[in-house]
């Protein structure tokens, strides 16, 4: 059975840092795309950044670039998602995402608020 399990969101300041992981179990990890979206109050979820299963290609939403890091470590069946220079707009709900053609899984999200 495949598990994702996002820790660390929290109540920040604005300007301020926090480091989401997802931890995986029950699949490949190596073989995925790993990803982190966001969904905020009242609206659709959203992608906000992906790294390739190789960790040597990573894409992000043009509203996180710059600010946001996408990372993983493979032999920790992690993906983090280090956010810095945050803004309450950044705040929402956010997933992780684990990716190959015909398959997604996603995590239980952790909330992320970002006062100002």
């Known amino acids: 059975q495949v598990q994702l399990v996002e820790s660390g969101g929290g109540l920040v300041q604005a300007g301020g840092s926090l480091r989401l992981s997802c931890a995986g179990s029950g699949l490949t990890f190596s073989r995925y795309d790993m990803g982190w979206y966001r969904q905020a109050p009242g609206k659709e979820r959203k992608f906000v950044a992906v790294?390739?299963?190789?960790?040597?290609?990573?894409y992000y939403a043009d509203s996180v670039k710059g600010r946001f890091t996408i990372s993983r470590d493979n032999a920790k069946y992690t993906v983090y998602l280090q956010m810095n220079s945050l803004k309450p707009e950044d705040t929402a709900i956010y997933y992780c995402?684990?990716?190959?053609?015909?398959?997604?899984?996603w995590g239980q999200g952790t909330q992320v608020t970002v006062s100002s």
């Open positions: 995402n684990a990716h190959i053609p015909a398959y997604d899984y």
């Open positions: 790294i390739r299963r190789s960790g040597d290609s990573t």
